[in-house]
Structure formats: C-alpha cells, structure tokens
C-alpha cells in the first residue's frame, strides 16, 4: 500500500516563498521516482517538476525553471518542492506522484504515474 501525504501548503503574498513537503508511508521511496503537478480551477492538471529514484537527476516546467526547486531524503522518504519568488498564477492545487517505473524522458508525463497524494491548495496573492 502506497500513500502520499502532502503538507506545506497555504496563502503567501507575491514574492514570498512556500516549501511543499511529500511523505510516504511503508516502504522507501528509494525506487521511486517522485513528481510534482498542480491544477487550478478550470485547467488541466500541469507538470511542474520531477525528481530520479537515486535523486541524481531533476527535471522543471519551464514556467517554474530558476523559481522551485525539488529535493529527497530516501531515509525520511520525503521529497520537497521549495518554492521562491511566487506569483500570482503559480496558484493551484499542488500534488506529489510517484512510481517505480519511470522512464527517462517520461518524468513529466501525469499518465506514467501510479499513485498520487490528495492535493494542497496553494495561493499567491497580489
């Protein structure tokens, strides 16, 4: 059984920063490729950004590139989003995936992920 929970989420003021964590239960996150993606209210579900098994490799959206930042500790089995210069349109529901069969090249792919936390709201006033 694999669960996702993210926290971290909330209201900050354009420029501000937020830092999203995702936690997994049971086992390690060691085999698994993790990601981010968000989804406002009338748009579909976007990546954001994607990080490899070993924690070598990261992958961003252009929208996010010099801005967000992604990291893992598989001993704590946590990935973090650190999010810095927020605007206005970075407003959205935030949600970690992760599976253990990643390929390269598919890490900003919603569809190449088996399991998905529940989502945070996060939102950049003006």
């Known amino acids: 059984q694999v669960q996702l929970v993210e926290s971290g989420g909330g209201e900050v003021q354009a420029g501000g920063s937020l830092r999203l964590s995702c936690v997994r239960s049971?086992?390690?996150?060691?085999?698994?490729?993790m990601g981010w993606f968000r989804q406002a209210p009338g748009k579909v579900r976007e990546f954001v950004a994607a990080?490899?098994?070993?924690?070598?490799?990261?992958y961003y959206a252009d929208s996010v590139k010099g801005r967000f930042t992604i990291s893992r500790d598989n001993v704590k089995n946590t990935v973090w989003l650190q999010m810095n210069s927020l605007k206005s349109e970075d407003t959205a529901v935030y949600y970690c995936?992760?599976?253990?069969?990643?390929?390269?090249?598919?890490?900003?792919?919603?569809?190449?992920?088996?399991?998905w936390g529940q989502g945070i709201q996060v939102t950049v006033s003006s």
């Open positions: 995936a992760a599976d253990s069969q990643l390929r390269s090249g598919a890490y900003a792919e919603s569809r190449e992920y088996g399991y």
């Open positions: 049971g086992r390690t996150l060691f085999n698994y490729g």
């Open positions: 990080i490899s098994r070993g924690g070598e490799s990261t």
